[in-house]
């Protein structure tokens, strides 16, 4: 069993950043992909950022450049560095990992940006 402890959200204005931090831990060993995807009221999940254990990073369109996703694989943790955010950043970020095929979820934290 796999769980996400997730920390970082909360409200800024446009144009400042936040650091979204994902704690991965249980069964987790071996090869697998972690990131973030979010949800703002009325829309669908959606991919933010992803990355392979081996450091390869996948950024939706519309946070290229913007957002940062790292990983520290000794501290099972991914962090997601977001600058310049913009009030259509606001959502609910959900961390994610996908191991064997099997995507675990975090219980999100919310993130707010005010025009």
């Known amino acids: 069993q796999v769980q996400l402890v997730e920390s970082g959200g909360g409200s800024v204005q446009a144009g400042g950043s936040l650091r979204l931090s994902c704690a991965a831990s249980g069964s987790i060993f071996g090869i697998n992909i972690m990131g973030w995807h979010r949800q703002a009221p009325g829309k669908q999940r959606e991919l933010v950022a992803v990355?392979?254990?081996?450091?390869?990073?996948t950024y939706a369109d519309s946070v290229k450049g913007r957002f940062t996703l790292s990983r520290d694989n000794a501290k099972n943790t991914v962090y997601l560095q977001m600058n310049s955010l913009k009030p259509e950043d606001t959502a609910v970020y959900y961390c994610n990992l996908i191991r064997l095929g099997v995507p675990n979820w975090g219980q999100g934290t919310q993130v707010t940006v005010s025009p």
């Open positions: 990355i392979t254990n081996s450091g390869r990073t």
